[in-house]
């Protein structure tokens, strides 16, 4: 670690590195007084009731899709155009989002940390680096917003407050509740399955209810055991009890409804389906205030640019997304607000692709120093592009942004957090290591950086 990424630290940053300064003589430098100011009591913007978090499992090719860097290896197909904008765009790729850019913003000064998709991943999900020894701990940003927001949940909010819709495939696997209580856990939903499941006719109710009252009276004093070893029954209580009240809701059968309309105009496809869910479950706002949503299939080594591969995710990401955001902006609630106005949505992969040529295998790797992030709704203002890359993608030339760096996942957290009305400045000092916990750590993967919300997007 040669410098900050920051010109700053707060004071209780610097200080905590100033603890691990006493066994480590190289930290010395890092505690000059120009990196050090007082801390100060920050504001959330609250603006945003939902955050919607999009993930592009595998890494989207940033320089095929919403960095377009037209070369002798872009497929005419495309259609790359230069729109009314000056946006280079593939509009055979994306033709609905193109017609709806005033309704996202694209951060083109994205970087990641990692260029492994375990690690990676689960910088997505926690943003925090993966540590070993506190993999398990470290609970996701959609746990730690469950937790904050358990305070404003109504008598009649019978849904997980942390949903996650296909997160079956992910090499990081879904991450849980860490060492928070297991209702912050995700409520996984995989819409291939038969979703009326979740919104049983009255005789199955009957039969279900009768079998989890004799399940109580079987085990009911382990689910009260307030002991460290009696933890796993009491989530799997927690569990339980929420599917419970959730298939006892009768705004179920509305949410896990996806009409065949529905279904043809979100793209007929997986994707669409989740997409239409994730629709049902913020316009009921019957508990849930994170979404985790995945669409798998991104990680391009090979063949990219084949029709089952770039080609169909996009057509499917463009279909569900931009039915996603008509929808969304479309439905106004009584006081006036839109779903959208009301919801915050980040769309990305784990990182982006390598730029330039394709490889052997006429596919892109790995590629952290760049990619593309879309952003929406939740008080944003779309119709803007923060940030560039150079002439191929390779790096980020202007960040556009108040960080002057490029935008990492510390950054995108602080900004859900903000929309959310947390302060992501808080720390958590009891924890099963000891460790404290924060919301948004200050010491990265590989350096240490004062992460901030994107204030641009508002702009």
């Not at 037209?70 to 593939?90: H, M, N, R, S, V």
């Not at 008598?155 to 992910?170: C, E, K, R």
């Not at 879904?174 to 499941?197: C, E």
Request: one cysteine or more.
């Amino acid at each position: 670690m040669e410098h900050f990424t920051d010109n700053f630290l707060t004071r209780r940053e610097a200080f905590r590195l100033g603890r691990a300064a006493a066994s480590g003589y190289f930290f010395l430098p890092l505690l000059a007084p120009r990196n050090v100011r007082a801390a100060r009591k920050v504001e959330p913007r609250g603006s945003a009731r939902f955050c919607l978090f999009f993930m592009l499992d595998g890494g989207q090719s940033h320089v095929d899709g919403w960095d377009l860097k037209e070369g002798a290896w872009t497929p005419q197909d495309f259609e790359a155009t230069t729109l009314p904008t000056g946006i280079k765009w593939p509009m055979a790729l994306y033709p609905k989002l193109a017609a709806r850019m005033d309704k996202f913003t694209l951060i083109r000064s994205a970087a990641a940390w990692d260029a492994v998709h375990g690690r990676a991943q689960y910088y997505v999900q926690a943003a925090h680096p993966m540590n070993l020894a506190l993999k398990k701990e470290i609970p996701p940003i959609g746990a730690v917003a469950a937790s904050e927001l358990e305070g404003q949940r109504r008598a009649g909010d019978t849904f997980p407050p942390y949903v996650a819709i296909n997160v079956l495939q992910s090499q990081a696997g879904l991450l849980n509740s860490g060492f928070l209580p297991a209702a912050y856990s995700p409520f996984l939903v995989n819409t291939n399955t038969d979703l009326t499941a979740f919104s049983p006719d009255p005789e199955s109710k009957r039969d279900l209810d009768r079998r989890w009252n004799l399940l109580l009276e079987f085990d009911g004093r382990l689910r009260t055991d307030s002991s460290l070893a009696a933890k796993a029954y009491r989530d799997f209580h927690d569990h339980y009890k929420g599917a419970s009240r959730l298939m006892a809701d009768p705004r179920s059968a509305r949410v896990f409804d996806l009409p065949a309309a529905d279904k043809k105009r979100y793209g007929n496809t997986t994707t669409g389906d989740a997409c239409i869910l994730a629709r049902n479950l913020i316009h009921a706002d019957a508990g849930t205030r994170f979404i985790f949503l995945q669409q798998n299939g991104w990680d391009h080594h090979s063949a990219i640019y084949e029709r089952k591969n770039f080609y169909q995710l996009s057509w499917d990401l463009d279909a569900a997304l931009s039915s996603l955001l008509d929808d969304l902006s479309a439905t106004q609630r009584p006081s006036g607000k839109t779903l959208l106005d009301e919801t915050l949505i980040f769309c990305l992969g784990e990182f982006g692709r390598t730029p330039g040529p394709i490889n052997g295998l006429k596919g892109r790797d790995h590629y952290p120093t760049a990619y593309t992030v879309l952003t929406a709704g939740g008080g944003t203002r779309g119709g803007k592009i923060i940030g560039q890359t150079d002439g191929i993608g390779a790096k980020v030339v202007k960040p556009e942004w108040q960080g002057r760096r490029p935008v990492y996942m510390e950054d995108i957290a602080t900004t859900v957090y903000s929309a959310l009305g947390i302060d992501w400045t808080k720390t958590i000092t009891t924890t099963p290591s000891g460790r404290e916990f924060y919301y948004v750590e200050p010491v990265t993967a590989t350096t240490a950086i004062a992460s901030r919300e994107i204030a641009e997007l508002y702009a």
